[in-house]
């Protein structure tokens, strides 16, 4: 009998000596093994080794399109001393993720056989390692081939694209969405490891940090994995207290409340400090530790007010008994192989978001379970999540092997991000109870099951048994009260109100771009909007890279290839040309569809903000791409910002004036209010100023207002008949000056207004190296003039964007990150300083 001491867990990240080879299918590169990178997928490894072009350029990704129909085999040895095995009694095989359907094969004997990306796999296999070499393969089938199968075994129903991603537990998005890249990629696309251990281990920790007056009290969970029955005790320390949790014999969890004295409450960005709380856990056996772990939580009181009023059921965040207004934006994986994304590009992403006054990020439920890394940073920031549980646009079967897969990965990613003072709401899917009710889904399904039990029964009884302090929605768009009824009807029903009813709860506006002008925003007065979103083309320099067309063109192969929307380009025109006429050439096409996306969100953010407090929030599609596309991203594949980014910083800026109709279904017969937003924490008492001018600067009506507003609060300020009646539609503009920022109300379409050469002059000062700010003065008036820095160097960035002056006015860019001299000549190139005024005459 062999007697093991207290040896303390060890993790041998498996991270070398990998190599993969095509195993079976229309393979394009032989079978000979490449070297291989783990965490990774096979496209990277290909790529590495010069077997393909990358890609996202041109038409590669139909050129690749044979990897995801090729059965993959990865392979490595495991060196492990008699030293090694002999110093634990355990030793496991650890999986952070794979992608997706594999065998799992050590020294000849299979351990496992797995279909699941969005979970953790852990087997044991202490008998089966030896002391020398420890061959380990990973056998991956071909996902394409896999969700076919699974899609007539399980029975085909409505989806959006022709691949079957609801058969598979895999990103929905690497199938191809109508912004995404097709990949179908393999690999073992999160970390591997070995584990090794004695006594016992930390399997499961849950914490709740919940607040109790000036102090507060966390929640420990604690769950064991025993190899031997030695006692066992768990000791966590936060803050300057540490309490030691004796486990009772044979028992395999613990759970205790620590108590504090004080804390200080995590708020998010913009309300206050996101302040967190180092939590040290440790897993004793008699006196040595065996098992440790961290984690960090901030103490806040967090809850969604759906109380019925008069208009119907509102859907208002609140935290810490403060009102919060939504700001945010849905985010996709970040690149269409997520394995690339490391901390530090998730860091960047995320503070672009925070400095465009964002306050809120949902992550979408055709993407992936984000890593811990893109958590900690969300939550430093101050940056709530939304986190839908991935289910998109489709109809899922509710059988097994699904069934039992889905439960699993909900228990553990639900227990994962349960302890997140940032998570603001978990979803069961997105749009998929609107589609059920408005996609002739009903008729195709012809009584199959859709996924009603997994967001209505399922997710709600995993909350409430994982994480009862967390809340939950059963769907994105919801609606309160909606609810299922099995018994109910053939096949059962939705109950309650309808899922996308703007009245009640969370609503998409997804109208306008598919069939509506963006002026028609206006007709809706939505409790809360959790999608909504314009096109545009990304930014000149990522365009160029990715797409090498000769000429390019709107419609060139490559800009086709990276248009994916359906009608997409038909739709970019269509929503352009009551604003701006097209323009010809490729440049400023590409400047008027990312100008006219940035106008249309702007529009949409602007009216929702002015319906606060009945409006509580909106969230924009989207924050980012994964790629090189056209898209609704306000970041393009390359982390380079739009103007639509711009959009979103000013929308919401902690103080905003917009002008707005008083009646906005009859918009054209409406009077006119400029609309102050104060979500700031401090009062506000001035006059505000209205002000007809016109294009020549000259003022034809004016007006001073003495207006007090409360912090976090909305004022509505009716506009004199005087000053809101037009003498030239096309020769003036309407500004609103209050709160230290301005709002604008254009009388008429830009296409037909007299806008002329502004006549810019510009002053350049160097601020450090590779810095300067750039003063802008208007000859005459400039609409929504903004600097497309990446003209400069591909590097650049700007710090605002979308800046209207009137005749005299200046205004004052950071440009950051160039390399050399930046002179006059160069920002006021006309391809750099752009304005609406261009795409008129």
Request: net charge negative; aromatic share 8%.
């Amino acid at each position: 009998m062999t007697t093991f001491t207290h040896a303390r867990l060890v993790r041998t990240p498996l991270t070398t000596g990998w190599q993969v080879h095509a195993a079976s299918g229309p393979a394009q590169v032989g079978t000979d093994p490449i070297p291989a990178t783990a965490p990774g997928v096979v496209h990277l490894d290909l790529l590495r080794a010069g077997l393909i072009p990358d890609p996202y350029l041109d038409d590669n990704e139909s050129a690749l399109a044979w990897i995801g129909l090729v059965d993959w085999t990865y392979r490595t040895t495991v060196s492990l001393s008699d030293d090694v095995l002999a110093a634990s009694a355990r030793h496991d095989l650890v999986f952070d993720g794979l992608d997706t359907v594999a065998t799992i094969t050590l020294n000849g004997e299979v351990i496992a056989e797995v279909a699941n990306q969005h979970r953790s796999y852990r087997f044991d296999v202490t008998r089966i390692l030896i002391a020398g070499d420890n061959e380990l393969t990973v056998a991956f089938r071909s996902p394409v081939r896999h969700a076919n199968a699974q899609s007539i075994a399980l029975g085909v129903r409505p989806r959006p694209y022709p691949l079957p991603y609801d058969a598979i537990r895999k990103s929905a998005c690497s199938f191809g969405w109508d912004w995404g890249i097709a990949t179908y990629t393999s690999g073992i696309w999160r970390e591997a490891r070995l584990e090794s251990w004695s006594d016992a281990r930390l399997a499961q920790v849950s914490l709740h940090a919940q607040p109790e007056g000036s102090g507060g009290v966390l929640w420990v969970h604690a769950g064991l994995e025993r190899a031997a029955s030695e006692s066992l005790s768990v000791t966590v320390r936060v803050g300057d207290v540490t309490e030691v949790l004796e486990v009772a014999p044979g028992a395999e969890s613990v759970q205790a409340g620590v108590r504090l004295g004080a804390v200080e409450r995590w708020w998010p960005a913009g309300h206050g400090e996101p302040v967190l709380y180092d939590v040290e856990i440790s897993l004793s056996s008699g006196d040595a530790v065996v098992d440790t772990t961290s984690r960090r939580v901030g103490f806040r009181d967090l809850r969604w007010d759906t109380t019925p009023d008069a208009a119907g059921t509102p859907f208002t965040l609140v935290v810490n008994d403060q009102p919060i207004y939504v700001k945010g934006v849905n985010w996709i994986p970040d690149d269409a192989f997520p394995s690339r994304v490391d901390r530090d590009r998730y860091r960047s992403r995320l503070q672009q978001a925070k400095d465009a006054n964002l306050n809120l990020i949902r992550v979408w439920g055709g993407g992936i379970y984000e890593s811990e890394d893109f958590y900690d940073l969300a939550e430093e920031l101050g940056l709530l999540v939304w986190q839908d549980f991935l289910f998109a646009c489709a109809a899922y079967a509710e059988g097994e092997p699904l069934r039992s897969e889905i439960e699993a990965e909900a228990r553990e990613n639900i227990s994962r991000l349960a302890h997140r003072a940032s998570l603001a709401l978990l979803t069961g899917n997105n749009e998929n109870t609107w589609g059920y009710e408005d996609w002739g889904w009903k008729t195709a399904l012809d009584g199959k099951s859709w996924g009603a039990h997994y967001y209505y029964e399922l997710f709600p009884a995993l909350v409430a048994e994982l994480a009862p302090h967390v809340p939950y929605a059963p769907g994105s768009p919801f609606s309160p009260g909606g609810g299922w009824d099995d018994a109910a009807g053939e096949h059962g029903v939705q109950t309650g109100p309808h899922p996308n009813d703007e009245t009640h709860g969370s609503m998409h506006l997804w109208e306008q771009w598919n069939r509506r002008d963006w002026p028609t925003y206006r007709d809706h007065r939505p409790r809360f909007v959790a999608e909504f979103g314009w096109q545009g083309p990304p930014t000149w320099t990522t365009l160029t890279r990715a797409i090498s067309d000769d000429p390019l063109t709107p419609e060139s192969p490559g800009m086709i290839v990276h248009q994916k929307a359906a009608d997409g380009n038909a739709k970019l025109t269509g929503g352009l040309v009551s604003h701006y006429r097209v323009p010809e050439d490729i440049e400023t096409w590409h400047w008027a569809m990312q100008l006219n996306q940035a106008n249309a969100v702007s529009c949409a953010l602007e009216w929702f903000r002015s319906l606060a407090p009945h409006n509580a929030g909106a969230i924009v599609w989207q924050l980012n791409d994964c790629w090189p596309v056209t898209s609704w991203a306000a970041i393009d594949g390359d982390g380079r910002e739009k103007p639509l980014y711009f959009a979103l910083k000013n929308a919401f800026a902690p103080r905003t004036v917009s002008i707005q109709p008083e009646d906005a279904e009859q918009p054209a017969d409406a009077g006119l209010v400029a609309v102050l937003s104060n979500d700031s924490a401090e009062a506000w008492e001035g006059d505000v100023v209205l002000r007809r001018v016109g294009f020549d600067g000259q003022e034809r009506a004016e007006a001073s207002v003495p207006v007090s507003i409360d912090a976090r609060s909305t004022v509505r300020i009716a506009i004199p008949a005087d000053i809101a009646s037009v003498g030239d539609t096309d020769r003036e503009v309407l500004v609103a000056e209050g709160l230290g920022t301005r709002g604008v109300w254009w009388f008429g379409e830009p296409r037909d207004s007299a806008l002329t050469d502004p006549s810019l002059s510009a002053e350049v000062a160097a601020v450090d190296d590779g810095t300067f700010d750039v003063t802008i003065t208007a000859g005459g008036l400039v609409r929504d003039l903004t600097l497309l820095v990446d003209r400069l160097d591909p590097d650049a960035v700007v710090d605002r964007g979308l800046v209207t002056l009137l005749p005299g006015e200046q205004a004052t860019f950071r440009v950051s990150d160039v390399r050399g001299i930046l002179s006059v000549a160069d920002v006021l190139r006309p391809e750099v300083a752009r304005s609406g005024n261009q795409l008129v005459g």
